[in-house]
Structure formats: structure tokens, C-alpha cells
């Protein structure tokens, strides 16, 4: 018997979405009114508002502000069932996808909404001394070495270890890099302040990696140059033109530069998930399947691949961003051009839409980048508290990280401090 | 270089606190006027509100409402420094303290409250499968059980293996176990109920397990059969005078019957903290400290046990019980004890004045003796509620811990359901 087999008999067609990312939720939603069997299968529980990982990370949020159950997301949806599983691979041909120990779901359609990983360019070893920030799981790592990093500190008396401790090097100047970048200092200088007694958390020593000539390279030029400045203007190092060369448990180098540190955490480059390999299409060099205009793969008009997982182009050529509106838009359209086949009719073409572009700097801060202007300062910052809690607005967890983010912004004081294996 | 040592030629006398628990965190906020070196020293780095920590077991709550650090807590007595260190030894003739690998930190006085663990009746094996209820990792691990078996349930063909997944003993007829058996039924029944589609989650069967005669033996035996009563309500299974006699896997024997479950809770039974072995002092046999009236140890009058780490005697010579009270008595006794002997005076005797206690069950009811009356039902939760959002008041987390509570009791819905590693 098959797993996704609800009742004896039934001839609906099984759609199965793997991803309960933006890419895969979204989908799901779309297919709300479908006469089908929909099946979403993620290996965690939960969909994630990623674009607040960082502040998971830093202990401002904890991870239930950010992470609500899948199935208790879709539990009205009737026509749709959640399975937690891994899944190892697609096999196209027989129309299966392999889960946990061989177990296999049919399908008649398929959306791969798998999403991507860091990409460390050739050094895998570095993953283990430089975490990335995907996950709860990455989020609570980098977590614990933030947190411990001072405990250790305030317990040291080797000044160079101290140092070592207190020195953070972010890699990747994209939005994730500058928001973990900007911060930090927030934290270091008021809420952990009073706490120590043998360390000025003040001195916290934070510098931002960055292999291309600007940061926020998909923002106008402008906005990276304000970006900079008022990183700067927090005490972060920027370090721009300047790949990094090697990763160890207690350095990294830069250029020909090498920094003693103890907490490298990796924000650049992306790396589709190795799933996509399996499906058999073409991919690029980021292992992202190279979807047709309508999210298919080539010579499966039932396979659709969106967000991180699918190398998609806008309509001047140019790549649709790795960002949430990327995966949430193209989720709903793989979803509809199903909608479309169920109902005898032709498939549409992806056309992204770009909503803008956001990122905050530290406290009160923020630029963002829309069709036609841009906005900088504490206005921008205003508008990105807006829009992040009208998306959260989709989530129980609103009004809990409301509270947290006032809490913090008024108090100074920090939400989630606590260091757990 | 000693790691306590603030500064060259400090002649203040050094106190030092093992533990941030609630007896050593009171004893170190007793110690705030002290012309002293206070450093508390604990393993974790958060003080933990563990009279709720079974409703983080059950993803109501987040590990980060019901814990803050240690040091954020202290922040503002200047005389205290907070380390978080591994203690491996006490060596008492020295009068230093055994930290991390090897360092040493010296005191001129010691105040000992490092609580205790479950304690599996010589039977250490039982542990990795009934996981018991003592921190954040505890609670944790519980919840990912907790939460893991209706995901395996969903996924399940095989009526035997869902019926054990779907099967939960919770060993223990005290207030953990009583307050643990008493929430499930809540959340399985509403929270769950629709966001399940293969299994229905209000057929989850609950058996609460006591080897005493009756429930919350600390109780008057009145309030016993009213918790009896209001559990067997709620469809909870009771078994009284039942030994659990071995635990696997996939069962646990109750007596002479066997029943198939994935899930054993273990909340009986309590172990001082090995440590406390290392003073030399006499121990009983649940390895606590057998301390002085004033709460001292034989020949070490600079030395106090407090909390679950000592055996402590009442007026009329019956134990004080292990609960959060005694540990905030006992915790200030001795830091007062050490401020006489800083100023030449006389230590006293400890009395421990019972407030009370409680016990919920399930939603809106709740069992609470005081001296003189007893209250049971909707009243006695309302008194619960006040009292634990009273307690909690010295924390940051209240008011998100009041909105988690208010949610999930209006609304049904289940705050922190993230399964994560």
C-alpha cells in the first residue's frame, strides 16, 4: 500500500509537493480548490520565515516566532495531507519519489520546491568552522557560538583567545551578511553589556567579507554605498574585493590577510539542493534545474521545479533573485499551470514580479529598493517592520514576535539567551 | 592566576555559589549587599523556571519563555560574577572548586545548590528510552518525542506500530507527572485534531503510572482522589500500586502487564546531583547532603548544601519536599548565614514555611493545599495561574508567556510544535 493512498478506490490525481518552504507552501495553498489528492513532504515539521533567521540567530527571536508546523498551516485545507519525510530521491521515469527507507509516494504531478544550501566554492571542509544560516537547526548552531563565545571569553585569561572569542567575521555581503553584520553590534554594546563583569562586550570586534566590489550587489549602487557607510558607522569592518582564502577552527584568511577568530559564519553563495540532480534535467552550475518558461523540466510537463531549486529568468533574461517573493510567486504558478492540465488546458509562462528589495542595519535602520525609487534610513526601517509583520501575518507567531522585537528595540534586552546542546 | 580573581590585591572574602538554579540564584540576589566576591558558577548558562518546564515538554511554551541567563539576572550586583563552568570536584580541605579541565576556583565560603536528576531506582538502562524532566535538553527531547510520534503515526500502515506510537506512560504520580498526563489529552484532543488526516489524535491513549497508593502524595488525600477523579475525566488511565518493572524500547512493563509504547515519560524518583559526594559530608540515600540545622556540613561550618541537594528537616522532622520553595528558602538561609559569620555573628537554624502547593490538570482545573484549607477546580487554576505569572514576574518572559497562555487556552492552538535535532 502505498503512503499517500487515502481511501480504497480513489481516482483523483496525486500531486505531490516536496518543500514546505515558501516555494512548496505557496504552491500547496494554490491547489486549495484542486479535485486531487495533494501530498506535501518536508523533512522538518515546519515552514520557516527565513528572511528572520538572522535575529534567530542572535537570540532575539526564538525559533517558534519564526516557525510554524506545516500541516497546522494547511490543516483546513481537506484535499491535502503533510507526510514528514526525507526524501532520497525522483525517479521520473516510474512517476515515484523514494522517502525515508525506500517507501514510495506516486505521483501525477510534481512541484520540487527542495530549495538550496550554502555553497562553500570547492571547500566543504569549511562548512564545519563556518555555519550557514538555512535552518533552525544552522540558526541554534550559530546560536550557541555566539552566545559562548563570550561565556568562554569571560572566563579566559589569554587576551589573544579573548580576542579570538570576540572577533566575528561574517562571509557574504548579500542581505543575510549585512543584516547578521549590522546586528551584532546592536547586541554586544547594550543588551549584553551590564552582564559581564571581565570583558567589554563593547570591544566586540566585527568584520564583513565580501568577494564582489560592493555590498547588496542586487541593490542599486547607491544603497550599497549607504549600506557601507552606516555599517561602518556601527564599527564593522568592511571588506570588500576580498574572497576568502582558507577556513581553520580558529582563523580565516582573507586575501593575504589572515584574522584570528573563532567565529566565521557563512552567508554566500547557494547551492541547489542535490535532490534536483536526481530529476535528470539539465542543471546550472549551481545544481539549480533549468526550468522551461512555464516551471516544467524538459520532456516532463508534469515536473515543475521553483524558487532556489530552478534556474529562473526574468523576462529581460536576467535571474529571478534567490529571495521569497522569487519562490512564493513561482510556487503559485507551478501550482496553477497544474490547475491548468487537470483542466485540459495549456500551461502559462513565469513572469516575476519584482516587489522590491529590502534589508535592515542594526536598529532603526534599513534601505530598500523598489520599481522606480529607493528609500534609506529609519524610514525604510519602518517599512520593513510593516512588511515583515503583514507577512508574518500568515502565522499564529505575529503578535509574540511583535512583542520580542518591541521588547528588544525599547529595552534593550535580548529575547532567546539560552545556550543548549 | 585564579579565574575568580577581579583584581590585583582583593582582600574581600570569596563566596562562591554552584548552581543558578532557584536555591542558588536566591542565594546569590541574598548576597547583594555583601562586601564580597560572589561568582555563581553553573553548567548552563540560564536560570530555569522548571515548574512550567513540562509545558515546553509539550510545545506549548518555548524553552526561552521560561528561561533567562543567569548573568542577565544578576546584572545589576556589582559584587557578583557569573562563570559558566563544568564543577567536577569540591575539594573542601583546600577550599577550591574543580572547574572545566582542571582550573581551580578558590572560595572562603561555598553555598552548594546543585539540585538533582531522576533518579531510575538502579536501574540506569531505563533512561535513554523514559527520558525524565530536570532542564531545557530534558524538555527538549521530550517534545521531539512527543511531537515525532503522531508524525510517525501519520506516516504509519501498520495498526499495531501506531497504536504504540500513539501510547503514552508517564511514570511518576507527583506534580510533573500529574501536570504532564493532565496537558495531553488537551492538546491531542483540540490542538491536533485537524491538522492530522490518516489518524485522529483524540484517540491518544495516556497512562499515568504510580508505585504509592495515590496521586500527589504530598497532598491531603482528598485532593489525591480529586486529581484521580479529574485525570480519569480527561480519559487519562491510572494505574496506583504499580511498579513499572521494565522499560524498552517499544514497551514498559507495569507490574505484570506489558504495553506497547514508543513513548515512556520518567518523572519519579530524584538523585542529589553527584557532586554533592565529593564534600565528604554524610549523604542519605538519595545522595543528599545531610546538612546542620543551619544548613552547614559537619566540621565545614563555611560550607552549605540547599535545594534538592540536601536532605533538610522540617520542624516536626519530616523532609522538605524538592519543590521550588524550599530551594528559595533554604538558597537565602545560607547566604544570610554567610553574611553573620562575615559580621561575627551566629548562624541559624533554616525553618521552612510551606506557602503551599499545586498541581493543574489539563485545562482550567487545579488542585491547592494551604496550610489550614485546601481548593480544588476552576478556582484552584485561576490561583495557579496568578501565582506562576507572579513568580515569573522577575523574568523578562512574562508577558510572552502570558500571550502563549492566552492563545493556547482561548484559541487551542499550540505554540512551539518545531521538531528540530
Same mark, same amino acid.
Given at each position: 500500500?502505498?503512503?499517500?493512498?487515502?481511501?480504497?478506490?480513489?481516482?483523483?490525481?496525486?500531486?505531490?509537493?516536496?518543500?514546505?518552504?515558501?516555494? &512548496?507552501?505557496?504552491?500547496?495553498?494554490?491547489?486549495?480548490?484542486?479535485?486531487?489528492?495533494?501530498?506535501?513532504?518536508?523533512?522538518?515539521?515546519?515552514?520557516?520565515?527565513?528572511?528572520?533567521?538572522?535575529?534567530?540567530?542572535?537570540?532575539? #527571536?526564538?525559533?517558534?516566532?519564526?516557525?510554524?508546523? !506545516?500541516? /497546522?498551516?494547511?490543516?483546513?485545507?481537506?484535499?491535502?495531507?503533510?507526510?514528514?519525510?526525507?526524501?532520497?530521491?525522483?525517479?521520473?521515469?516510474?512517476?515515484?519519489?523514494?522517502?525515508?527507507?525506500?517507501?514510495?509516494?506516486?505521483?501525477?504531478?510534481?512541484?520540487?520546491?527542495?530549495?538550496? *544550501? /550554502?555553497?562553500?566554492?570547492? /571547500?566543504?571542509?569549511?562548512? @564545519?568552522?563556518?555555519?550557514?544560516?538555512?535552518?533552525?537547526?544552522?540558526?541554534?548552531?550559530?546560536?550557541?557560538?555566539?552566545?559562548?563565545?563570550?561565556?568562554?571569553?569571560?572566563?579566559?585569561?589569554?587576551?589573544?583567545?579573548?580576542?579570538?572569542?570576540?572577533?566575528?567575521?561574517?562571509?557574504?555581503?548579500?542581505?543575510?551578511?549585512?543584516?547578521?553584520?549590522?546586528?551584532?553590534?546592536?547586541?554586544?554594546? =547594550?543588551?549584553?553589556?551590564?552582564?559581564?563583569?571581565? !570583558?567589554?562586550?563593547?570591544?566586540?570586534?566585527?568584520?564583513?567579507?565580501?568577494?564582489?566590489?560592493?555590498? #547588496?550587489? @542586487?541593490?542599486?549602487?547607491?544603497?550599497?554605498?549607504?549600506?557601507?557607510?552606516?555599517?561602518?558607522?556601527?564599527?564593522?569592518?568592511?571588506? #570588500? &574585493?576580498?574572497?576568502?582564502?582558507?577556513?581553520?577552527?580558529?582563523?580565516?584568511?582573507?586575501?593575504?590577510?589572515?584574522?584570528?577568530?573563532?567565529?566565521?559564519?557563512?552567508?554566500?553563495?547557494?547551492?541547489?539542493?542535490?535532490?534536483? *540532480?536526481?530529476?535528470?534535467?539539465?542543471?546550472?552550475? @549551481?545544481?539549480?534545474?533549468?526550468?522551461?518558461?512555464?516551471?516544467?523540466?524538459?520532456? =516532463?510537463?508534469?515536473?515543475?521545479?521553483?524558487?532556489?531549486?530552478?534556474?529562473?529568468?526574468?523576462?529581460?533574461?536576467? #535571474?529571478?533573485?534567490?529571495?521569497?517573493?522569487?519562490?512564493?510567486?513561482?510556487?503559485?504558478?507551478?501550482?496553477?499551470?497544474?490547475?491548468?492540465?487537470?483542466?485540459?488546458?495549456?500551461?502559462?509562462?513565469?513572469?516575476?514580479?519584482?516587489?522590491?528589495?529590502?534589508?535592515?542595519?542594526?536598529?532603526?535602520?534599513?534601505?530598500?529598493?523598489?520599481?522606480?525609487?529607493?528609500?534609506?534610513?529609519?524610514?525604510?526601517?519602518?517599512?520593513?517592520?510593516?512588511? =515583515?509583520?503583514?507577512?508574518?501575518?500568515?502565522?499564529?507567531?505575529?503578535?509574540?514576535?511583535?512583542?520580542?522585537?518591541?521588547?528588544?528595540?525599547?529595552?534593550?534586552?535580548?529575547?532567546?539567551?539560552?545556550?543548549?546542546?
Amino acid at each position: 500500500m502505498s503512503i499517500t493512498q487515502r481511501s480504497t478506490g480513489s481516482a483523483r490525481p496525486r500531486i505531490v509537493v516536496l518543500g514546505g518552504g515558501f516555494g &512548496g507552501l505557496y504552491a500547496a495553498r494554490a491547489l486549495r480548490t484542486a479535485v486531487a489528492d495533494v501530498t506535501v513532504i518536508d523533512r522538518t515539521n515546519h515552514h520557516l520565515f527565513q528572511p528572520l533567521l538572522y535575529q534567530v540567530a542572535t537570540a532575539v #527571536l526564538a525559533p517558534s516566532d519564526i516557525g510554524s508546523p !506545516i500541516r /497546522h498551516l494547511l490543516r483546513t485545507q481537506r484535499n491535502t495531507t503533510v507526510l514528514m519525510a526525507e526524501v532520497g530521491e525522483i525517479d521520473v521515469a516510474r512517476r515515484v519519489v523514494l522517502v525515508d527507507d525506500g517507501r514510495e509516494v506516486p505521483y501525477d504531478y510534481l512541484i520540487v520546491a527542495t530549495g538550496s *544550501r /550554502h555553497s562553500y566554492f570547492n /571547500h566543504p571542509e569549511w562548512e @564545519a568552522m563556518a555555519p550557514g544560516l538555512k535552518s533552525i537547526e544552522d540558526a541554534r548552531l550559530i546560536r550557541h557560538r555566539f552566545l559562548s563565545a563570550f561565556e568562554l571569553a569571560e572566563k579566559s585569561d589569554d587576551v589573544a583567545e579573548r580576542a579570538a572569542l570576540m572577533t566575528f567575521v561574517i562571509v557574504g555581503g548579500g542581505p543575510t551578511g549585512v543584516e547578521l553584520a549590522g546586528i551584532i553590534p546592536d547586541i554586544t554594546r =547594550h543588551s549584553f553589556a551590564a552582564d559581564f563583569r571581565r !570583558i567589554d562586550t563593547g570591544r566586540t570586534r566585527i568584520i564583513l567579507v565580501e568577494a564582489g566590489s560592493r555590498l #547588496l550587489p @542586487a541593490f542599486p549602487d547607491t544603497l550599497s554605498r549607504r549600506a557601507k557607510r552606516d555599517l561602518e558607522e556601527l564599527g564593522v569592518e568592511i571588506r #570588500l &574585493g576580498s574572497p576568502v582564502t582558507n577556513v581553520t577552527a580558529d582563523s580565516v584568511s582573507i586575501g593575504d590577510e589572515r584574522v584570528a577568530t573563532k567565529n566565521v559564519f557563512w552567508a554566500a553563495g547557494n547551492a541547489a539542493s542535490p535532490l534536483v *540532480r536526481t530529476l535528470g534535467a539539465p542543471v546550472d552550475r @549551481a545544481g539549480r534545474a533549468q526550468v522551461l518558461s512555464d516551471l516544467s523540466i524538459p520532456d =516532463h510537463p508534469e515536473v515543475f521545479v521553483v524558487g532556489d531549486a530552478a534556474e529562473m529568468k526574468r523576462d529581460d533574461g536576467s #535571474l529571478v533573485p534567490g529571495v521569497a517573493q522569487g519562490a512564493i510567486q513561482s510556487g503559485r504558478v507551478a501550482a496553477k499551470n497544474i490547475l491548468r492540465l487537470l483542466a485540459g488546458e495549456q500551461t502559462q509562462a513565469f513572469h516575476y514580479f519584482n516587489k522590491g528589495d529590502l534589508a535592515t542595519i542594526g536598529r532603526y535602520k534599513a534601505v530598500a529598493s523598489f520599481p522606480g525609487f529607493t528609500v534609506a534610513g529609519r524610514l525604510a526601517w519602518w517599512f520593513w517592520l510593516f512588511l =515583515h509583520i503583514l507577512y508574518l501575518a500568515g502565522f499564529r507567531n505575529r503578535l509574540s514576535v511583535l512583542i520580542e522585537w518591541g521588547y528588544s528595540y525599547f529595552t534593550y534586552q535580548r529575547g532567546a539567551r539560552l545556550i543548549t546542546n
